[in-house]
Antibody, heavy 116, light 108 residues
């Protein structure tokens, strides 16, 4: 059974850097794209970007200048870095497994609040 | 970037009724790479449909998807109490992948 478990700081000040990590348990690590998606409170879903086991990345153009997704194959983990956060970045952040497009497995979500 | 517009915003129906949700794309979606998700409060979304019409593992057959090009539909043939939720469409034919804004199916 595939499980994704994520963690990271949930309260940030404006201009700080968001950092989240997701560990993958079960299933193949190398056959998929590992993805980050966010959801502002009461709003819809936004795809942030993805990475494969080789480190090849694909980012949303609207966030590309501030986003880095990395992978640690030795630990079956991948991470999200989002720099210079503002109130507009407040959201629940999900890590997920992209099954060549559709998202079949999701982490539990991390609520990130941005407040001075 | 492909913009997905879902309608209606809210659908008020009774258990046992049929639900028809629409997702319209700003341009044709390559290979009909469209998925549907269900999300309940406080939970991550759950994949229902991929490739326009293929049900994900464990999804009951009362859920069906159809469409092509720019117009897609999710149909729930007979609403069960657990089906009242928010539904999102997603396209993965053209990067960046994008989602619709959601349709809430609520109990009438």
């Amino acid at each position: 059974q595939v499980q994704l478990q994520q963690w990271g700081a949930g309260l940030l000040k404006p201009s700080e850097t968001l950092s989240l990590t997701c560990a993958i348990y079960g299933g193949s690590f190398s056959d998929y794209y590992w993805t980050w998606i966010r959801q502002p409170p009461g709003k819809g879903l936004e795809w942030i970007g993805e990475i494969n086991h080789s480190g090849s990345t694909n980012y949303s153009p609207s966030l590309k200048s501030r986003v880095t997704i990395s992978i640690d194959t030795s630990k079956n983990q991948f991470s999200l870095i989002l720099s210079s956060v503002t109130a507009a970045d407040a959201a629940v952040y999900y890590c997920a497994r992209g099954d060549w497009g559709p998202i079949g497995y999701w982490g539990q979500g991390t609520l990130v609040t941005v407040s001075s | 970037e492909i913009v997905l517009t879902q309608s209606p915003g809210t659908l008020s129906l009774s258990p046992g009724e049929r639900a028809t949700l629409s997702c319209r794309a700003s341009q044709s979606i390559s290979s009909n790479f469209l998925a549907w998700y269900q999300q309940k409060p406080g939970q991550a979304p759950r994949l229902l449909i991929y490739g326009t019409s293929s049900r994900a593992t464990g999804i009951p057959d009362r859920f069906s998807g159809s469409g092509s090009g720019t117009d897609f539909t999710l149909t729930i043939s007979r609403l069960e109490p657990e089906d009242f939720a928010v539904y999102y469409c997603q396209q993965y034919g053209s990067s960046p992948w994008t989602f619709g804004q959601g349709t809430k199916v609520e109990i009438k």
